[in-house]
Each structure stands twice: as structure tokens, then as C-alpha cells.
């Protein structure tokens, strides 16, 4: 059988529907097919139908994710990795599988694969730098930044499907969020979130099978993580196939402590997928933005600085190909085909 990692693909885009279910999950990924289907005025089983096909090809999944909360209280960091010569695909597909790197990507520019890593601790994430990635065949260097804040995050971006009344619709009964001290994760919230990665719409009584509780236990606690954005429920869609094919991360200089003009950078260039401050280098921001066309590309910058003058770019890339976006191995048509655990509490070595 071949390694799907490896197959060519010749994409088709989804189709207006498909886009409209999608967008409605993004908004509330657990929402029953009842509030759907009003949403979408179609007929709740032809919702569920159209779902699962989407699934089982791989073109759109709900995941689960450590929260922002969780993770302010870690350590996450960006990893540029350069590679040997013709090394990159076969470090790719080794580093997809570890479970503390959440994301790889093949990207253009000065470096081969840009991951996103999370540690506990730094002394765990200087550990697994130095032991596991330092030691790796075929990796000839790397250059590490720690992320420091989420300004936007990807959980939020939308694909801009559905009218203003849909959107009402599904956004009317969103369970409301509202952040407070971040929960301690116990072995049972843990377990939710794996069982949550593979599949973020896993029913409540199979939920509570797994963990060995009441269904309304796993119902109050899985409410309660959420509002509290101690786990971050995402509905993913195949990036080639959803009408924004071009991935690009821009490393760049700002005063991250100027909030308004933040928000204003982010008003001016609604395609901006998530927005990150960074320490221990040059950047203090990496911004990913999700674009049309690749001749879109080439106006970022002007935007960009036009948004918030004071911006300055110092490095940009465009990603070739997601090997693993946020737990799920992809593609080249960037269609998940399988899912690696992110239980990044768990010890690295």
C-alpha cells in the first residue's frame, strides 16, 4: 500500500454547501444537526450525511486542543529546521509523529520545516531540543522562538460562508466563554482531550465510557474547559479544497503593547488566521495569514504597514505543504488521513 504522504492529488474545491457546514462547526463545533440544518435550511440527516462524507475523505474533522489558558501555562515555541539535502521530507514525516510537535510544515525561505512545539516546562522543551531534535538524522540546524501571547487565534478564523442571518443563527446558542483562573488538567481531562482530538463531535455517553463517569459529569466538565478556553474545540477543512490555498508566516517587529493599534492591524486584514508574540529573537510577532491566490502575496507587506505603520517585516514564508496541522497528519492535498495524540503534559522523553 503506498504512503499516502507521498501520493499526488489533484484537488477539486467543495462546493457552497460544504463551505456553509463548515463555517457553521467553526462557529460551534459540537452544535446538534437540528441547529444546523435551521441554520442551513436543509434537513438535519441530510446534514449529518454531508458531514460524515467529509470526514471520511478526509476534507474537513473537528479536533481538540490544549486551550490558550493551557498553554500560557507552558511553553510553546516555533521552530525553524534546516534540513540535508533531501532530507526534508523523511525528517517531515519522523517529527509529524512526536506528540509535543503539534505542527510541521514544508515552507519557502530560509529554512526547510517550521514546527510548533509545546513543553510543560523549558527545561523540557531545552531537553527535547537538544536530545530528540539536535540528534535527529538529517537535521542540520535549528532556530527556536517562544510564543508569549495569543492576540488571535486560529480557532477563530472563519470561512466567511454564510449570510449575516446564518451566522445569527448558529452563533445565537454558542456556549459563551469566560476565561478565569486556568483548571489544573487531571488524567481524565487529559484522556478527553485525545479522545476529543480523534474526533471532536465523539458523543457525550461514549465520552463518559471512556472515562468511566456519569454523562452529566463529562457534559459540566466539558463545558466548563471550554468556557474557560482550557480546550479549544476546531473544525479544520482541507486548505487546498476550501477556496484559501496559500499559507503564509510573516515574522515582524511592532509594539505588541499598543492593543488598539493591534486590533487595527487585524480590522484592516481580516485574512489574518492567528497572531502571536514571540520572544528570544529578532520578531516579536509571527502573523499567518490565509490568502486567495498566491499573487496575493506579493501586496501583504504594503498592507500590512499600511494597517499599522509602525510594523516592520523582517522575514516571510510561504508554506509548500502542511505534513501536520495541529495533531493530524495531512496530505498533500491536505486531507487528514491520521491522528497523533497531543497530550503535551505527557513527559517527552
Given at each position: ?6 501520493e499526488s ?9 460544504d463551505?456553509?457546514?463548515v ?18 435550511d ?9 458531514w460524515?462524507?467529509l470526514t ?7 479536533t ?27 525528517v ?5 509523529q ?7 510544515e514544508?515552507t ?7 514546527l ?12 527535547y531540543l ?7 538524522p ?5 532556530r ?5 501571547h495569543v ?13 449575516p442571518?446564518?451566522r ?23 484522556l478527553?482531550s ?6 471532536g ?11 468511566g463517569?456519569g454523562?452529566t ?13 482550557d ?9 487546498p479544497l ?11 517587529q ?26 528570544g529573537?529578532t520578531?516579536?510577532l509571527?502573523?499567518s ?7 496575493e ?5 504594503s ?7 509602525q ?10 505543504r ?10 498533500p492535498?491536505?486531507r ?8 503535551i ?5
Amino acid at each position: 500500500m503506498p504512503d499516502r504522504l507521498q501520493e499526488s492529488a489533484q484537488p477539486a474545491q467543495l462546493d457552497e454547501a460544504d463551505l456553509s457546514l463548515v463555517n457553521t462547526l467553526q462557529i460551534d463545533p459540537r452544535a446538534p444537526w437540528s441547529r444546523i440544518g435551521r441554520a442551513l435550511d436543509l434537513d438535519p440527516v441530510t446534514v449529518a450525511r454531508r458531514w460524515s462524507r467529509l470526514t471520511e475523505t478526509g476534507v474537513a474533522w473537528i479536533t481538540a486542543q490544549p486551550g490558550r489558558a493551557q498553554i500560557a501555562q507552558g511553553f510553546v515555541a516555533f521552530v525553524e529546521v534546516d534540513c540535508e539535502a533531501g532530507r526534508a521530507l523523511d525528517v517531515a514525516n519522523t517529527l509529524a509523529q512526536w506528540p509535543h510537535v503539534m505542527t510541521v510544515e514544508h515552507t519557502s525561505g530560509g529554512r526547510d520545516l517550521l514546527l510548533t512545539v509545546s513543553m510543560p516546562t523549558l527545561p523540557a522543551l531545552s531537553a527535547y531540543l537538544l536530545e530528540r531534535l539536535g540528534t535527529l538524522p538529517g537535521i542540520s540546524a535549528t532556530r527556536t522562538q517562544l510564543g508569549t501571547h495569543v492576540f488571535v487565534h486560529a480557532t477563530d478564523w472563519r470561512l466567511r460562508a454564510l449570510d449575516p442571518r446564518q451566522r445569527a443563527h448558529i452563533t445565537a446558542e454558542r456556549p459563551a466563554r469566560s476565561p478565569s483562573t486556568p483548571q489544573t488538567f487531571t488524567a481524565r481531562d487529559r484522556l478527553l482531550s485525545v479522545r476529543l482530538g480523534a474526533d471532536g463531535r465523539m458523543s457525550l455517553t461514549d465520552l463518559a465510557q471512556e472515562l468511566g463517569v456519569g454523562i452529566t459529569t463529562v457534559r459540566k466538565r466539558l463545558a466548563l474547559l471550554i468556557a474557560n478556553e482550557d480546550l479549544e474545540l476546531r473544525c479544520e477543512v482541507a486548505q487546498p479544497l476550501c477556496g484559501w490555498p496559500i499559507s503564509t508566516s510573516i515574522w515582524a517587529q511592532a509594539r505588541i503593547d499598543d492593543r488598539d493599534a493591534l486590533n487595527r492591524l487585524l480590522a484592516a486584514v481580516p485574512e489574518i488566521r492567528a497572531c502571536i508574540g514571540l520572544a528570544g529573537g529578532t520578531a516579536n510577532l509571527l502573523i499567518s495569514v490565509w490568502l486567495r491566490s498566491l499573487t496575493e502575496a506579493r501586496g501583504l507587506e504594503s498592507r500590512l504597514t499600511s494597517a499599522l505603520p509602525q510594523l516592520k517585516v523582517l522575514d516571510q514564508a510561504v508554506s509548500l505543504r502542511f505534513v501536520k496541522r495541529m495533531g493530524r497528519i495531512l496530505d498533500p492535498a491536505g486531507r487528514s488521513v491520521s491522528t497523533v495524540p497531543m497530550d503535551i503534559w505527557s513527559d517527552p522523553s
